[in-house]
């Protein structure tokens, strides 16, 4: 297990890095999704971040056009007065937009990755890791869900949403970083990893991935002790049956996953057009791609 974890987070060898719009809905400058953002990098991406100026957790899919700043942007990230977006002053593929993550990512692709990237878009968006855990109901209230289902069913670009049950805001710049932002952005990096290395198309049409680390604590502060169980979103009390999984025909659902405890990471596979699960044969088209990760649920 940690010799496989260790060869998924090295660069994708033989192969250029992808082109990827990372996004959140805790703001441009907390410290989860700059983790991440570092890890991707060193990963060998081609990464652009365009998230908002401040916290925006909990607005699922408003999107609207950004209004200039009149206060400086969260953890004092940009200047009061800064305008409507902005950039980094030392790092271009650092972005804010004053307004919600379906905006950014708006942005993200529309503007600043297309600057950076020559008109090209994203290949893959990544939003998160979330500052909490988005399971079930609070599913379709997220913003980082909501931004990645923007990506899947608007913009027609595949999509991972990662959130974290380890919560607790931090800045961009917090010193010493706490493992739990090390440990997300080695597991999202990852999965990232696994899922651009499976080829191109890297998801199914109209589907995005749900992806909800537990807790960082214990023996789950070692990436290499994680799992990762394919589950559902909702509860399949009245669904038709889900792809055959671990011997049956109903994967469990992602809080049932987390529940479990045993450093297990629920993978769900969301339907773009409604913030549910899947039907049973896109979830089988994922499990092709990353079975050879996927472990059975221990409960």
Same mark, same amino acid.
């Given at each position: 297990?940690?010799?496989?974890?260790?060869?998924?987070?090295?660069?994708?060898?033989?192969?250029?890095?992808? %082109?990827? !719009?990372?996004?959140? =809905?805790?703001?441009?400058?907390?410290?989860?999704?700059?983790? !991440?953002?570092?890890?991707?990098?060193? @990963?060998?991406?081609?990464?652009?971040?365009?998230?908002?100026?401040?916290?925006?957790?909990?607005?699922?899919?408003? =999107?609207?056009?950004?209004?200039? %700043?009149?206060?400086?942007?969260?953890?004092?990230?940009?200047?009061?007065?800064?305008?409507?977006?902005?950039?980094?002053? #030392?790092?271009?593929? !650092?972005?804010?937009?004053?307004?919600?993550?379906?905006?950014?990512? %708006?942005?993200?692709?529309?503007?600043?990755?297309?600057?950076?990237?020559?008109?090209? /878009?994203?290949?893959?968006?990544?939003?998160?890791?979330?500052?909490?855990?988005? $399971?079930?109901?609070?599913?379709?209230?997220?913003?980082?869900?909501?931004?990645?289902?923007?990506?899947?069913?608007?913009?027609?670009?595949?999509?991972?949403?990662?959130?974290?049950?380890?919560?607790?805001?931090? @800045?961009?710049?917090?010193?010493?970083?706490? &493992?739990?932002?090390?440990?997300?952005?080695?597991? &999202?990096?990852?999965? #990232?990893?696994?899922?651009?290395?499976?080829? &191109?198309?890297?998801?199914?049409? /109209?589907?995005?991935?749900?992806?909800?680390?537990?807790?960082?604590?214990?023996?789950?502060?070692?990436?290499?002790?994680?799992?990762?169980? !394919?589950?559902?979103?909702?509860?399949?009390?009245?669904?038709?049956?889900?792809?055959?999984?671990?011997? =049956?025909? %109903?994967?469990?659902?992602?809080?049932?996953?987390?529940?479990?405890?045993?450093?297990?990471?629920?993978?769900?596979?969301?339907?773009?057009?409604?913030?549910?699960?899947?039907?049973?044969?896109?979830? &089988?088209?994922?499990?092709?791609? $990353?079975?050879?990760?996927?472990?059975?649920?221990?409960?």
């Amino acid at each position: 297990m940690r010799t496989q974890f260790i060869l998924s987070a090295l660069p994708i060898l033989g192969a250029h890095g992808a %082109r990827i !719009l990372q996004t959140n =809905d805790d703001g441009w400058a907390e410290l989860y999704v700059r983790s !991440l953002n570092g890890a991707l990098n060193s @990963a060998g991406h081609d990464v652009v971040l365009s998230a908002p100026a401040e916290n925006k957790s909990g607005s699922g899919s408003s =999107d609207e056009e950004p209004s200039p %700043r009149t206060s400086a942007c969260e953890y004092n990230s940009c200047p009061a007065n800064s305008g409507p977006v902005g950039t980094n002053a #030392t790092n271009t593929r !650092l972005n804010w937009v004053n307004s919600y993550p379906v905006t950014s990512v %708006r942005y993200g692709i529309d503007t600043f990755g297309a600057q950076i990237w020559n008109g090209q /878009e994203p290949e893959l968006v990544v939003s998160g890791p979330n500052v909490g855990s988005n $399971l079930f109901l609070s599913v379709p209230f997220s913003g980082t869900v909501g931004a990645a289902v923007y990506a899947s069913h608007d913009a027609g670009i595949p999509a991972i949403a990662f959130s974290g049950a380890s919560d607790g805001n931090l @800045a961009f710049n917090t010193n010493p970083v706490p &493992a739990r932002s090390t440990v997300y952005a080695q597991l &999202a990096t990852q999965l #990232t990893n696994a899922v651009l290395n499976s080829g &191109a198309p890297y998801l199914p049409d /109209e589907v995005w991935l749900n992806v909800n680390f537990p807790e960082v604590t214990g023996a789950c502060t070692d990436p290499a002790n994680f799992k990762w169980v !394919l589950s559902r979103i909702n509860p399949g009390i009245i669904s038709a049956p889900d792809v055959d999984y671990c011997g =049956d025909d %109903r994967l469990p659902t992602e809080s049932s996953v987390i529940d479990a405890g045993g450093c297990q990471i629920s993978v769900s596979v969301g339907d773009a057009t409604d913030k549910t699960t899947a039907p049973a044969e896109k979830q &089988a088209v994922v499990l092709q791609k $990353l079975g050879s990760m996927l472990t059975c649920l221990d409960s």
